[in-house]
């Protein structure tokens, strides 16, 4: 059995350092935002390109702690609008509900999966005072764009970068620096993935940085002093340690993930199976690789009794989840298609040449 992702294989390559670094953290006995975090912190801002990065609890709190820290600073109050793609996993609208803001749902381009310039300009308004753009699957949205369109209307751009860690522009800039604040998750299965729960902001904005220091833990400004009604979201510091042990091999794994993805795109020639969007620069980094076919439930059936495992990002559109039923009249056609019919394909950094060659096999004999 091909596996979707094998996490064990992937973290066993790191197993003597991790072993090193958790001894050390032992002996210790600093267990909470000790210098690991710090550390972490540093290296992954200078690997960004941004001046900050905030170690923080996961991907949803990331996100969540850029929106409080920007109501804190009065650049958004409740129940301001920000444009979200209608296409991302749920987080990125949670986010925005739990902040107090109202989410404004976007189609995305069918080539893409990423939001629509273009549907972004339909519904922007005076109400409107941040835009949420994800990275989705690894591939960096329109940003230079976005930015643009926003620059014209005075909102800010978050980006949601949990997938696209490593991604790089047109212009050399990286994912989490290519708007005003980005939040990371480092869930194990990202492509810089912890071995639990983990995120990071990453911003140039020295005031908002400062604020998301104080509000990850309890508002705090000293000890003891709240300043803010703060969250207790940290980074862990033993996840810090390992992600910083990682990190280190991030280029040459989303290099690896570039060099299949490739493999895929060139041999795989069915005309079942709708290939995805790839410029063939650095801004894709191959989170997941994902296909559309028309009969999912049987290419799936096909692939597992084929010994492939598979699976889908995402079955359900947000706008269509239980917990965001306010939203379910909603006409989001181009969504509800992607959702219905896209499969995500084994691919990951440990993957051999017989395992890539056989999924591609099997692809063209469907």
Request: hydrophobic share 40%; with cysteine; aromatic share 10%.
């Amino acid at each position: 059995m091909i596996q979707f992702l094998d996490l064990q294989a992937i973290n066993s390559r790191f197993e003597s350092d991790f072993k090193k670094a958790f001894n050390e953290l032992l002996v210790s006995g600093r267990y909470i935002l000790g210098d690991g975090v710090k550390t972490f912190e540093t290296n992954f801002a200078s690997y960004c390109g941004t001046k900050y990065c905030i170690g923080v609890g996961n991907g949803l709190d990331a996100l969540i702690l850029i929106f409080r820290a920007y109501i804190e600073s009065g650049k958004l109050k409740k129940g301001d609008e920000v444009i979200v793609p209608a296409n991302t996993y749920i987080a990125s609208i949670l986010a925005i509900i739990h902040a107090g803001l109202t989410p404004v749902f976007v189609e995305p381009e069918l080539e893409t999966y990423n939001i629509s310039t273009e549907k972004i300009k339909e519904v922007i308004t005076p109400q409107t005072k941040a835009i949420l753009a994800v990275h989705l699957y690894g591939q960096l949205a329109d940003m230079k764009a976005i930015v643009s369109l926003a620059k014209q209307h005075n909102v800010l751009v978050i980006e949601d970068a949990a997938q696209a860690h490593g991604a790089v522009n047109s212009d050399a800039k990286r994912a989490g620096n290519l708007g005003d604040a980005a939040g990371f998750s480092f869930y194990p299965s990202k492509n810089l993935g912890a071995l639990g729960d983990g995120g990071a902001v990453t911003t140039n904005d020295e005031k908002l940085a400062n604020l998301i220091y104080k509000l990850r833990n309890y508002g705090t400004s000293s000890k003891y002093v709240n300043d803010y009604i703060g969250f207790n979201s940290r980074l862990d510091e033993i996840q810090a340690l390992f992600l910083n042990i990682k990190l280190k091999k991030l280029d040459d794994d989303n290099a690896k993930r570039i060099q299949i993805a490739q493999q895929y795109l060139s041999h795989i020639t069915s005309s079942k199976v709708k290939l995805p969007y790839f410029s063939n620069q650095q801004d894709h980094v191959f989170h997941q690789f994902v296909v559309r076919v028309e009969e999912r439930e049987s290419f799936v059936d096909y692939l597992k009794n084929n010994q492939v495992e598979t699976l889908i990002h995402y079955p359900i559109a947000p706008h269509k989840q239980k917990a965001l039923s306010k939203f379910a009249h909603l006409k989001l056609p181009i969504t509800e298609q992607i959702h219905k019919s896209v499969v995500s394909i084994p691919l990951s950094p440990i993957m051999t040449n017989v395992q890539v060659n056989k999924i591609i096999q099997l692809l063209n004999a469907y």
